[in-house]
């Protein structure tokens, strides 16, 4: 019994050491995690003193891309597009499906 409490206590004392072991050795980020690590860092610190909403807004436009700019001129234009076809499905009081495949055309063309 003595013996197998005296292996136990140096398992328990040893796995610890293993585990850091491996961490330590732990693999190397990708390039891709790499880019990732340096745009987050770039963004935040363009964010600066920003707080609540408007930082989650602009590192969120940030990392994909956007930075200080704000949407793009496409991403403008979409905004405009789904504005203009939203308020002729509103005019026409379409609900549901209806309403559905009018988007969708309208956005198409």
Do not use: H, I, W
């Not at 050795?25 to 995690?33: D, F, S, V």
């Amino acid at each position: 019994m003595k013996r197998l409490l005296a292996v136990l206590v140096c398992m328990t004392l040893a796995s610890p050491l293993a585990l850091a072991q491996d961490k330590a050795k732990g693999k190397a980020p990708t390039e891709a995690q790499k880019k990732q690590q340096e745009r987050m860092a770039a963004c935040n610190k363009q964010a600066g003193n920003r707080k609540g909403e408007d930082r989650k807004k602009f590192m969120s436009s940030c990392l994909k891309g956007g930075g200080d700019a704000g949407p793009s001129a496409a991403q403008k234009a979409q905004q405009n597009k789904m504005a203009d076809c939203n308020k002729q499905a509103n005019m026409k009081n379409m609900k549901g499906q209806e309403r559905q495949t009018f988007m969708s055309s309208c956005l198409k063309g």
